[in-house]
């Protein structure tokens, strides 16, 4: 009863939508396509389907799926289309515990997905270009050619 219970407030939380008052990305090394989450220009309205501001739902669910992304990351072999999200830049007070909840839920797959961070050399250099190191990521998504990984 009590999972049951925890479960329902994990989905209950993940299923807000958290968006800054201001979004956007920002390349913070001109030489490259990695792009960071900033908050810039996104209204309170504004979801991910947006494409200017990622979602706490989108975190929450990417990390559930974390088993399977780790199999993609280790083949993924362009890693030119970065994006790089701080899940503290859209999270609130309420939103920290559901992070927390997900990933000691989903432990061993956050870190099967950190070691296949690890093991893809082009990815691991391109997000130590950003100085993010592996331990740092908490999931990642892939859309519209576009690869995110979500960093503490």
């Known amino acids: 009863m009590i999972r049951l219970l925890a479960r329902a407030a994990l989905v209950a939380a993940s299923a807000i939508v958290f968006a800054p008052s201001v979004g956007g990305t920002v390349n913070q090394n001109p030489g490259s396509n990695i792009q960071r989450d900033t908050g810039a220009g996104t209204d309170q309205g ?3 389907a947006t494409g200017d501001a990622a979602d706490f739902g989108t975190v929450i669910s990417a990390i559930q799926a974390s088993g399977d992304t780790a199999q993609k990351v280790r083949n993924l072999g362009d890693v030119s289309n ?3 999200v701080r899940v503290s830049d859209i999270a609130n007070t309420d939103s920290v515990q559901a992070l927390e909840n997900a990933l000691r839920q989903n432990r061993e797959a956050v870190e099967e997905l950190r070691s296949a961070v690890k093991e893809n050399a082009a990815l ?11 331990d740092e990521v908490v999931t990642a998504t892939e859309t519209g050619g576009q690869f995110v990984v979500y960093v503490r």
Do not use: F, K, P
Not at 124 to 134: I, Y
């Open 46 to 48: 504004t979801t991910a």
């Open 82 to 84: 970065l994006r790089v």
């Open 124 to 134: 691991s250099r391109r997000l130590q270009q950003e100085d993010v190191q592996a």
